[in-house]
């Protein structure tokens, strides 16, 4: 899997998500950078970990 393919799914399960896809795409850069990801790991899962985290912040 390619760095775009990575950033293609993970921006995909986060607009499934309920998000805009620039906000998605904003978040992306954000978190990953000049760098990119860690495209070792899993995309998708990457994508729920982050959305786990702001559900859990906006419960509070």
Known sequence: MTINEWKENWVKTVV???????????????????????????????AFALLGKLDTHQQH
């Open 16 to 46: 499934d998500a309920g998000f805009s896809p620039n906000t998605a795409l904003d978040t992306y850069k954000a978190l990953y950078g000049r760098d990119g990801p860690d495209i070792e790991k899993c995309a998708e899962s990457e």
